[in-house]
């Protein structure tokens, strides 16, 4: 389905819907407008619906960087801090705004300024103005059918990097990676038309087993590599360059520090094309670097990739982004069909056997002394502790039969149906239900989830649901269940039984949280019978606690955070210790953030006129990694998410801005705030 652009209500001004996504947001204009539908090639750039109006101006909605392009060569760039910005001649106009990519084309000069909160475009008279809308989400292909055996497996990931939009560095932006097809075991090899791996001149040679097949898995789709047999592990181009992957750290190891810095290099190396952009972390490498990013920009990508591994890793490693997620996965035959969906998030991937599972307390000591609760006698859950990872990972995640401690457990069917959600233009639905009387006060998420205005809501409260009522629910279609109340052996606690969700056969909640003691059963049911994922919770938890965290993962899923990143916050940075959990897909979101990628500030010290603020960012199923922001803090810098970016000195003025731009969670001595119930004047 493409994106939709109608006129206002009253005239005014045009309505942008992204159906994929759900998501809408609306461009004002100076006069009445009737937009007519325009032809896409007007663009250099691929756009999926455009349509053409006159007027004398138009306010984007939001204060956003717009990059002036000639003839697809990027000839300025406007920031809402740089006050004003003149051109003259025809331009297109990209605004970065989410959840599209919206593109304005002009034949007119255009003075671009920032007017309070919002960015104004004026013409000279009445022009005329085409604008073009391409989603930024993304399908497979096809299916690749494959044989049993790590030869076959071999076969289906050289393919990966068929989904590949480009060979340039360019394709280290998310929406220029296409989403790599999938693949299915069967009798024999089979590849539907049109897959077709771009000719790179890269091939990874490893010995033919899972366990080094799958490691390779992200690397090859996104150097566009064969995979091939070999007595060792190695990367080698048809220019004679070799590279040894099973290096000093170990074979894993090392080729996820190749995926990491080739990445980060293609990112610095862009900055020579389209996007001719102050990027930070540039700024932080190039003096390091004897290397001519403007010569290389234009050379081959095994040219460049031999360039790249000509650093040393170490290098670079502290400009590279926090990497967003490391799989383990069981190296056998039944993992192959998760990879691509592994592969699409360029995670490092790591081959661990799914060890016995080994019983584990419900309610371990450590748990018990920080709920500060006494507890029954705890009884035992058999689980795996995958390894920690070994470097800046946001996500973890486990590919395996056994529930994993502090991981998703990723499920291929929760993936796959992830992609054949059939998208509808009416608000997010939302189910509360509060089975318990004495956590009534965590109904209150029904009112954190409606303040993000990117989206319409409609939201439903429910108490004290019996059996059949909760089962009735579950099978209407809804976005989001948000449980409060108890969970037992025998399923979810309701007045007049017990609901046991894995006697279920059709669920048509999309995603959900099931705020109670030890709900990971539970809410595998729900995936197991039809959601795409959500959280859970893996020992018993206090009532307290379990409304407290309601109420932040409220927050932080309205505020665009995934489920995996909600966990992630919460876990670390309010409740450390606690033991929620994503299962399926945890890289749902539930909405859209102001600024495309939900922030975490954090004060780490405060006076009169300055906050010293460690800012960090996650990436999200429309702005994956690769993507850039800017603070508007600096008029000229943008960096790339994912993780901790940068610290900052910042005024009283500059830190509201900060605030006042999305809701955020804010972080300062111990305590939690959100920057749409506090101004710097509270923290200065």
């Given at each position: 389905?493409?994106?939709?652009?109608?006129?206002?209500?009253?005239?005014?001004?045009?309505?942008?819907?992204?159906?994929?996504?759900?998501?809408?947001?609306?461009?004002e204009?100076?006069?009445?407008?009737?937009?007519?539908?325009?032809?896409?090639d007007?663009?250099?750039?691929?756009?999926?619906?455009?349509?053409?109006?006159?007027?004398?101006?138009?306010?984007?909605?939001?204060l956003?960087?717009?990059?002036?392009?000639?003839?697809?060569?990027?000839?300025?760039?406007?920031?809402?801090?740089?006050?004003?910005?003149?051109?003259?001649?025809?331009?297109?106009?990209?605004?970065?705004?989410?959840?599209?990519k919206?593109?304005?084309?002009?034949?007119?000069?255009?003075?671009?300024h920032?007017?309070?909160?919002?960015?104004?475009?004026?013409?000279?008279?009445?022009?005329?103005?085409?604008?073009?809308?391409?989603?930024?989400?993304?399908?497979?292909?096809g299916?690749?059918?494959t044989?049993?055996?790590?030869?076959?497996a071999?076969r289906a990931?050289?393919?990966?990097?068929s989904?590949?939009?480009?060979?340039?560095p360019?394709?280290?932006?998310?929406?220029?990676?296409?989403?790599?097809?999938?693949?299915e075991?069967?009798?024999?090899?089979?590849?539907?038309n049109?897959?077709?791996?771009?000719?790179?001149?890269?091939?990874?040679?490893?010995?033919?087993?899972?366990?080094?097949?799958?490691?390779?898995?992200?690397?090859?789709y996104?150097?566009?590599?064969?995979?091939?047999?070999?007595?060792?592990?190695?990367?080698?181009?048809?220019?004679?360059?070799?590279?040894?992957?099973?290096?000093?750290?170990?074979?894993?190891?090392?080729?996820?520090?190749?995926?990491?810095?080739?990445?980060?290099?293609?990112?610095?190396?862009?900055?020579?094309g389209?996007?001719?952009?102050?990027?930070?972390?540039?700024?932080?490498?190039?003096?390091?670097?004897?290397v001519?990013?403007?010569?290389?920009?234009?050379?081959?990508?095994?040219?460049?990739?031999?360039?790249?591994?000509?650093?040393s890793?170490?290098?670079?490693?502290?400009?590279i982004?926090?990497?967003?997620?490391?799989?383990?996965?069981?190296?056998?035959?039944?993992?192959?069909?998760?990879?691509?969906?592994?592969?699409?998030d360029?995670?490092?991937?790591?081959?661990?056997?799914?060890?016995?599972?080994?019983?584990?307390?419900?309610t371990?000591?450590v748990?018990?002394?920080?709920?500060?609760?006494?507890?029954?006698?705890?009884?035992?859950?058999?689980?795996?502790?995958p390894?920690?990872?070994?470097?800046?990972?946001?996500?973890?995640?486990?590919?395996?039969?056994?529930?994993?401690?502090?991981?998703?457990?990723l499920?291929?069917?929760?993936?796959?149906r992830?992609l054949?959600v059939?998208?509808?233009?009416?608000?997010?639905?939302?189910?509360?239900?509060?089975?318990?009387?004495?956590?009534?006060?965590?109904?209150?998420?029904?009112?954190?989830?409606?303040?993000n205005?990117?989206?319409?809501?409609?939201?439903?409260?429910?108490?004290?649901?019996?059996?059949?009522?909760?089962r009735?629910?579950?099978?209407?279609?809804?976005?989001?269940?948000?449980?409060?109340?108890?969970?037992?052996?025998?399923?979810?606690v309701?007045?007049?039984?017990?609901?046991d969700?894995?006697?279920?056969?059709d669920?048509?909640?999309?995603?959900?949280?099931?705020?109670?003691?030890?709900?990971?059963?539970?809410?595998?049911?729900?995936v197991?019978?039809?959601?795409?994922?959500?959280?859970?919770?893996?020992?018993?938890?206090?009532?307290?606690?379990?409304?407290?965290?309601?109420?932040?993962?409220?927050?932080?899923?309205?505020?665009?955070?995934?489920?995996?990143?909600?966990?992630?916050?919460?876990?670390?940075?309010?409740?450390?210790?606690?033991?929620?959990?994503?299962?399926?897909?945890?890289?749902l979101?539930?909405?859209?953030?102001?600024?495309g990628?939900?922030?975490?500030?954090?004060?780490?010290?405060?006076?009169?006129?300055?906050?010293?603020?460690?800012?960090?960012?996650?990436?999200?199923?429309?702005?994956?990694?690769?993507?850039?922001?800017n603070?508007?803090?600096?008029?000229?810098?943008?960096?790339?998410?994912?993780?901790?970016?940068d610290?900052?000195?910042?005024?009283?003025?500059?830190?509201?801005?900060v605030?006042?731009?999305?809701?955020?969670?804010?972080?300062?001595?111990?305590?939690?705030?959100?920057?749409?119930?506090?101004?710097a004047?509270?923290?200065?």
């Amino acid at each position: 389905m493409k994106p939709t652009v109608t006129a206002l209500d009253d005239n005014r001004g045009i309505r942008i819907f992204d159906p994929i996504e759900n998501a809408y947001f609306e461009v004002e204009t100076a006069t009445p407008v009737a937009p007519d539908v325009a032809a896409c090639d007007h663009f250099r750039f691929p756009v999926e619906t455009a349509v053409e109006f006159a007027t004398t101006a138009l306010r984007i909605p939001e204060l956003t960087s717009v990059f002036l392009h000639d003839d697809g060569e990027l000839t300025a760039t406007f920031d809402p801090s740089d006050g004003r910005l003149q051109t003259d001649g025809p331009r297109t106009l990209e605004v970065n705004i989410a959840p599209t990519k919206l593109y304005l084309r002009v034949n007119q000069p255009v003075t671009i300024h920032r007017d309070g909160d919002v960015v104004r475009l004026d013409f000279d008279g009445e022009t005329v103005v085409r604008v073009g809308v391409r989603s930024l989400h993304d399908r497979p292909a096809g299916t690749i059918t494959t044989t049993p055996n790590p030869e076959g497996a071999m076969r289906a990931v050289s393919l990966l990097g068929s989904a590949l939009k480009t060979t340039s560095p360019e394709r280290s932006f998310p929406t220029l990676r296409g989403h790599p097809p999938l693949v299915e075991v069967g009798d024999e090899f089979d590849v539907p038309n049109g897959i077709e791996p771009p000719d790179t001149g890269v091939r990874i040679e490893v010995p033919p087993e899972y366990e080094y097949v799958y490691p390779v898995s992200s690397l090859a789709y996104y150097l566009g590599a064969k995979v091939v047999a070999g007595d060792r592990p190695r990367l080698v181009t048809d220019t004679g360059f070799t590279y040894d992957l099973d290096g000093a750290e170990g074979f894993e190891q090392t080729v996820g520090r190749v995926l990491r810095q080739t990445f980060l290099l293609d990112c610095v190396t862009r900055t020579e094309g389209y996007y001719q952009v102050d990027l930070h972390e540039r700024r932080r490498v190039e003096s390091r670097l004897d290397v001519d990013f403007a010569a290389l920009y234009d050379r081959p990508l095994a040219d460049r990739l031999e360039t790249y591994l000509g650093v040393s890793f170490e290098t670079v490693a502290d400009a590279i982004p926090d990497w967003p997620l490391t799989v383990d996965v069981d190296p056998t035959v039944e993992s192959l069909d998760a990879i691509p969906f592994v592969a699409n998030d360029l995670a490092v991937v790591r081959t661990t056997p799914d060890p016995d599972p080994r019983p584990v307390k419900q309610t371990p000591e450590v748990i018990t002394d920080f709920l500060g609760a006494e507890t029954d006698e705890p009884v035992t859950t058999e689980f795996v502790t995958p390894d920690p990872v070994s470097f800046d990972t946001i996500g973890h995640a486990w590919v395996g039969d056994s529930p994993p401690i502090d991981a998703n457990k990723l499920t291929v069917e929760s993936l796959r149906r992830s992609l054949d959600v059939d998208p509808d233009e009416s608000p997010i639905r939302i189910h509360v239900v509060c089975n318990d009387t004495a956590m009534r006060d965590e109904q209150v998420v029904s009112e954190y989830y409606q303040l993000n205005d990117r989206h319409q809501f409609d939201i439903s409260m429910h108490t004290e649901l019996s059996v059949a009522e909760f089962r009735e629910l579950l099978a209407e279609s809804a976005d989001f269940l948000h449980y409060i109340g108890h969970v037992d052996d025998d399923g979810i606690v309701c007045p007049d039984g017990h609901l046991d969700t894995t006697t279920l056969a059709d669920v048509n909640v999309k995603a959900f949280l099931l705020n109670a003691c030890n709900s990971h059963e539970q809410g595998m049911g729900l995936v197991e019978a039809g959601s795409l994922g959500g959280i859970i919770t893996l020992f018993d938890i206090a009532d307290s606690i379990a409304t407290r965290a309601g109420l932040h993962f409220a927050r932080l899923l309205a505020a665009g955070h995934t489920l995996r990143t909600s966990v992630h916050v919460l876990r670390n940075h309010v409740l450390a210790g606690a033991r929620w959990m994503t299962v399926g897909n945890g890289g749902l979101s539930l909405c859209h953030s102001r600024s495309g990628n939900p922030l975490y500030l954090r004060l780490l010290d405060t006076d009169d006129e300055t906050a010293h603020t460690e800012i960090q960012t996650f990436v999200t199923p429309s702005h994956g990694l690769g993507s850039v922001l800017n603070f508007h803090i600096d008029s000229d810098t943008r960096y790339l998410v994912s993780g901790e970016l940068d610290t900052f000195d910042l005024s009283p003025s500059e830190l509201d801005d900060v605030l006042d731009g999305d809701t955020i969670p804010v972080d300062y001595e111990n305590d939690r705030y959100w920057s749409d119930e506090i101004s710097a004047a509270d923290l200065l």
